[in-house]
């Protein structure tokens, strides 16, 4: 997931889970996981705007 977000911030759960042949719930709870440990936020909309990794 990281990787994606590094080659397109923009990317949304739902391209996530296409890219990774997961279900949008799995991504979900993944991100959910990510952003709890503030490794991952999203700056603006669910459609309009981008993902930011805080730590690698």
Known sequence: MVDLVLQDPRITQQEMALNLGW?????????????????????????????????N
Do not use: D, F, M
């Open 23 to 55: 279900t949008p719930a799995k991504v979900k709870y993944y991100i959910a996981k990510l952003r709890q440990r503030k490794l991952i936020t999203r700056n603006g909309s669910s459609q309009n705007g981008e993902w930011k990794i805080l730590k």
